[in-house]
């Protein structure tokens, strides 16, 4: 049984925007609250030099702790298991007041089961897969006590020597064999990055596209970002009325229409789906 992202023993909808701020940058660490992802990740990695990780670290801790009640959303993404900053990240997370972390570059389960043992019960954990090897072997890996899973493309590009580009069909299996693997193991899936932050066409394109293969949220890495992912990856007030009608005429039992269009189990179980990704009930 997987762990809910909540507090609750409800099920909330899975995480449609994964958003990412430099460990470093206190002063946007304390703007989250303006841009309502459904999970900030405050990153250690990535966005911060070499030189800079121990302050950055001590820095983040206490931004966060700034935050109240706002940092219930808040993630720590800490250094890869096995570099020289691990272990002091994680004593960092464990005593923080962030509602979990994010481990990048996962490739063994037993990484997952030293966060548990250090973490809080309770604590959200969220994986990266982004080397050849995590991608590779994703289907056993999302076996462990893990909440979400995002795909990494860039990070993943640069372990196998490929390069990057615009039609992304270099990371179509990868991309599509991570969702694959968490869908198995019943963890969220999280959508690779567009870093070209101007260019809101292309974010939304690309996360149509990792819509259709079946991720149900985008990693942000801007906050303009975070709203186009929310309205990309939330049911429209159509999309709920036709799973709405679909489980009715589900209720009558075998086979029925739509819209005059067929609708049997698939259909039914697909309008389950949407109707399971509502947060709040578009206008």
């Given at each position: 049984m997987k762990r809910s992202?909540?507090?609750?023993d409800v099920p909330p909808p899975p995480p449609r925007s994964l958003f990412f701020v430099p460990g470093s940058r206190s002063d946007m660490i304390a703007k989250l609250p303006r841009w309502p992802a459904d999970l900030?990740?405050?990153?250690l990695e990535d966005a911060v030099a070499a030189a800079d990780k121990d302050s950055a670290r001590s820095a983040a801790v206490h931004a966060i702790a700034e935050l109240g009640t706002s940092a219930d959303v808040v993630l720590l993404r800490i250094n890869p298991s096995g570099s020289r900053w691990f272990a002091d990240d994680l004593d960092a997370a464990a005593q923080s007041q962030a509602r979990g972390v994010v481990l990048p570059k996962f490739e063994s389960a037993d990484e997952v089961a030293e966060l548990r043992a250090r973490l809080p019960a309770g604590a959200v954990i969220v994986v990266g897969l982004e080397t050849a090897r995590g991608v590779a072997?994703?289907?056993?890996?999302?076996?462990?006590?893990v909440d979400?899973?995002?795909?990494?493309?860039?990070d993943y590009i640069a372990d196998t020597g490929g390069y990057r580009t615009d039609a992304g069909t270099e990371v179509l299996y990868a991309r599509s064999h991570v969702l694959l693997g968490a869908r198995l193991a019943g963890v969220a899936a999280i959508d690779q990055a567009v870093?070209?932050?101007?260019?809101?066409?292309?974010?939304?394109a690309d996360a149509e596209a990792g819509k259709a293969i079946g991720y149900t949220g985008k990693i942000c890495v801007h906050p303009r970002q975070v709203e186009?992912?929310?309205?990309?990856f939330s049911p429209s007030a159509a999309?709920?009325?036709?799973?709405?009608?679909v489980l009715q005429m589900a209720e009558s039992g075998g086979v029925g229409t739509v819209d005059e269009q067929m609708v049997d189990d698939v259909h039914i179980r697909m309008a389950q789906q949407t109707l399971a990704r509502v947060r709040d009930e578009p206008e």
């Open positions: 992202l909540s507090r609750t900030a990740v405050v990153d072997d994703c289907r056993v890996l999302l076996e462990a006590d979400a899973a995002y795909f990494g493309a860039e870093l070209a932050i101007r260019d809101d066409d292309r974010f939304v186009l992912a929310h309205q990309v999309e709920i009325d036709h799973a709405r009608a």
